[in-house]
C-alpha cells in the first residue's frame, strides 16, 4: 500500500524552483546509462579520498625532519598521532556535517569538503613542524564532511534502476583512492632527491620535500572544486514536506540510500533510533565493522613504517618510491578483483564466509611478513608485492560484506540512520587505528632481543589477534542476520 501512495507522489507533485523537485523531472526524462553524473560522483570521491592515505610512505621521513623523536624507535608513536588526527577530526564533524546537507543542500557541503582539501592539504605539505603536520590534518578531516552526503547524492542523482550503480561508483573510488594516494606520495615526495635535474635542494620542492605530491593533489581537488559549482542540487526545498533538523542525521549521514519520495516520507514520518539499537543484527554487523576496520587502519599505518624502516630493525629499508611502486600495484590488483571476481564469489558464497575466508587467509600473509624483511633482491620484492595485494583484496573483501550485512539488516527506509551509526562508530575506531598502530611500532622497535616475538614478529602477531577476535565474532550467537 505504502508503494501505490508514493508512486503518484513522484511523478506528479512538483514544485517550482525547488531544485530538488527539478532533478526528479529530469531523471523522468533520462535515457540510457547517467555518465556524466557518474563522472561527476567519481571525481568528487577520488577527490576526497586521495588526501586520508597519501601521507603513509613519507611520515616516517617527515617525522624524523621535524627531529620530534627522541629516538628512532619513537618515529612510529608521532606518526601515528599524524595519521589519527584526522579521522579524530571526521568523527567529532560527521554528524554535524549531515544535519547541513539536510537543511542547506548537499551542494554546499561537497564545495566546503574539496575547498577544504585544496587548502589544508596544502598547508600539510608546507607543515614545518609536528604540531602544524597535526592541526592541518585534523582541520582536514573536520571540514571535509561530504561523504555520507556524496553517497545521498549518488542515490538522488539517479534513477532508481541505478541506485546501486551509484554506490558502488562511490565505494569503487573511495578504495582506489585510498590506494593511488599512497602511491603518488610514494613517487612524489622528496623530488630533489629522487630527480635532482628537476628539482634542485635550493627551490621551494627541496625545502619542503614533501609538498609535490600535496600540492599535485590540491590542484586536482582546486580544479574538482570550480566544477562542482556547475552540480544541479537534489535536497527538496519546500515548506510542506523540508526534512526537519532532528531528522536529518537519520536522512542523511553516510550513506542514505533513499530516492527523493522517500526521503520526503522518511523526514515526515522519521526513523527511531532507538528501535534501530536495539536491531541486535544491524548492531553487531556494525560491531563487526568496526573492529576490522580498526586492524585495517592499524595494518595500513604499520605497512608503510615498517616497508622504510631500517633492515636493522626488522624493515625493508625500501624507498617512498618503491612504497609507492608497491601500493600502485596493490591498486591495480585491487582494482580487477573488485569490479571482475568478487561479485560472483559473494554470489556463491554469500557474505559472512567470504568475510571468514579472507579473515582467515589474512593471519598467514601477515605472519610471512617478518621472514619476507629476511630477503633481499628481487624475490623479496616480489614476494612482499604479492602479500600486499593479497592482503588488502582479502580486507577490501571483509569490509564489502560486512557492509552488505549492515544493508540487509534493516528496511530501505532505514539506511540511512544505520549508516550514520556506522559512519560515526567506525570513524572513531579509525581514528585510534593509526595511533595504536603506531605506538605498538615504536614498541615494537625497542624489543628486537626479546626471547618471545622479537621485535616486529609482536606487531604482526597483535594484529593477526585482532584479526582473529574479529573472525570469531561472525559467528552465532554474537552475530546474528535474522
Not at 18 to 37: S, T, Y
Not at 260 to 275: A, D, I, P, V
Not at 411 to 429: E, K
Amino acid at each position: 500500500m505504502g508503494e501505490d501512495f508514493r508512486v503518484p507522489l513522484l511523478k506528479n507533485k512538483y514544485h517550482e524552483g525547488c531544485p530538488g523537485c527539478k532533478v526528479d523531472q529530469d531523471k523522468e526524462l533520462q535515457q540510457g546509462l547517467p555518465i556524466r553524473q557518474l563522472v561527476s560522483v567519481w571525481i568528487i570521491v577520488l577527490c576526497t579520498a586521495l588526501p586520508i592515505s597519501s601521507l603513509f610512505p613519507f611520515l616516517y621521513f617527515m617525522i624524523k625532519d621535524f627531529h620530534i623523536a627522541k629516538r628512532e624507535e619513537d618515529i612510529g608513536s608521532y606518526a601515528g598521532y599524524v595519521g589519527a588526527s584526522f579521522m579524530l577530526g571526521r568523527a567529532l564533524t560527521s554528524v554535524l556535517w549531515g544535519i547541513v546537507a539536510d537543511r542547506y543542500g548537499r551542494k554546499p557541503v561537497i564545495i566546503i569538503g574539496t575547498s577544504t582539501v585544496v587548502i589544508f592539504n596544502t598547508l600539510f605539505g608546507l607543515s614545518v613542524n609536528f604540531w602544524m603536520a597535526v592541526i592541518t590534518r585534523f582541520l582536514l578531516g573536520s571540514l571535509n564532511g561530504l561523504l555520507g552526503p556524496i553517497k545521498a547524492y549518488s542515490c538522488e542523482i539517479f534513477r532508481d534502476e541505478y541506485h546501486a550503480l551509484g554506490l558502488s561508483t562511490v565505494s569503487t573510488a573511495w578504495g582506489i583512492g585510498l590506494i593511488i594516494g599512497p602511491a603518488l606520495g610514494g613517487f612524489l615526495a622528496q623530488p630533489a632527491d629522487k630527480f635532482p635535474s628537476i628539482f634542485s635542494k635550493e627551490s621551494l620542492f627541496g625545502q619542503f620535500p614533501y609538498f609535490l605530491p600535496c600540492l599535485c593533489i590540491s590542484i586536482f581537488a582546486l580544479v574538482v572544486t570550480i566544477a562542482t559549482f556547475w552540480l544541479p542540487e537534489t535536497l527538496h526545498m519546500h515548506g510542506d514536506d523540508n526534512i526537519s533538523p532532528d531528522a536529518s542525521f537519520d536522512a542523511l549521514e553516510s550513506a542514505s540510500c533513499l530516492s527523493s519520495s522517500q526521503l520526503k516520507q522518511e523526514g515526515s514520518e522519521g526513523t527511531s533510533k532507538k528501535s534501530l539499537l536495539k536491531n541486535w543484527p544491524l548492531m553487531s554487523s556494525i560491531i563487526v565493522y568496526c573492529v576490522f576496520s580498526l586492524h585495517d587502519m592499524a595494518y595500513t599505518e604499520i605497512f608503510s613504517l615498517w616497508a622504510v624502516s631500517q633492515r636493522k630493525y626488522g624493515g625493508l629499508s625500501y624507498s617512498t618510491e618503491t612504497v609507492g611502486e608497491i601500493l600502485a600495484i596493490t591498486g591495480f590488483s585491487l582494482l580487477v578483483f573488485q569490479s571482475t571476481l568478487y561479485p560472483y564469489v559473494e554470489r556463491i558464497l554469500g557474505p559472512i564466509t567470504v568475510a571468514r575466508i579472507s579473515g582467515v587467509l589474512s593471519i598467514p600473509i601477515l605472519t610471512s611478513y617478518p621472514y619476507i624483511a629476511m630477503l633481499t633482491g628481487v624475490t623479496g620484492l616480489i614476494l612482499i608485492n604479492c602479500a600486499s595485494a593479497v592482503k588488502n583484496i582479502l580486507s577490501i573483501s571483509i569490509v564489502t560484506g560486512t557492509f552488505i550485512l549492515q544493508n540487509k539488516a534493516v528496511d530501505q527506509n532505514q539506511r540511512g540512520a544505520a549508516n550514520g551509526i556506522s559512519m560515526t562508530a567506525v570513524s572513531l575506531f579509525k581514528a585510534v587505528g593509526p595511533a595504536g598502530g603506531g605506538a605498538l611500532f615504536s614498541w615494537a622497535q625497542k624489543r628486537q632481543n626479546a626471547a618471545f616475538l622479537p621485535g616486529n614478529h609482536s606487531v604482526f602477531f597483535i594484529l593477526n589477534v585482532i584479526e582473529a577476535i574479529a573472525i570469531l565474532m561472525t559467528f552465532k550467537p554474537f552475530l546474528s542476520t535474522t
